[in-house]
């Protein structure tokens, strides 16, 4: 639906959510409603204010700029370059068949991603 209206559509791996930019940017919305819930309070359910949980969701929601999004997904884009450049070195050293197998995989990762 998203390349509809020109919208790249990026499709994150499974189990590595250091690659998914809003698994970042949740983790800054919950660490904003810890400090200001206050750590003792998460640990104990019965001092846990779920109006006051409320209140600071959406103040830390308020704190998410184009900068800090623009900030998490060049870090994602370095992590996975990291990756891709150790799928690389692996491939070097990987068999005919393997290396092949591989490079075809990468390939059509690089395409969904980029649109290469």
Do not use: C
Not at 58 to 83: F, N, P
Not at 91 to 116: I, M, P, W
């Amino acid at each position: 639906m998203g390349h509809e209206f020109g919208i790249p559509v990026i499709f994150s791996p499974v189990a590595h959510p250091e690659l998914n930019p809003i698994e970042e940017i949740w983790a800054y919305v919950k660490n904003i409603v810890l400090s200001r819930n206050g750590l003792a309070d998460y640990q104990d359910e019965a001092g846990f204010n779920m109006r006051d949980v409320k209140k600071h969701v959406l103040h830390a929601m308020s704190q998410i700029t184009a900068a800090l999004w623009g900030h998490v997904e060049d870090d994602v884009i370095k992590r996975e370059q990291a990756y891709l450049d150790l799928a690389d070195q692996d491939t070097d050293r990987a068999d005919s068949d393997g290396e092949q197998e591989f490079d075809e995989a990468l390939t059509g990762y690089k395409h969904r991603v980029y649109n290469l």
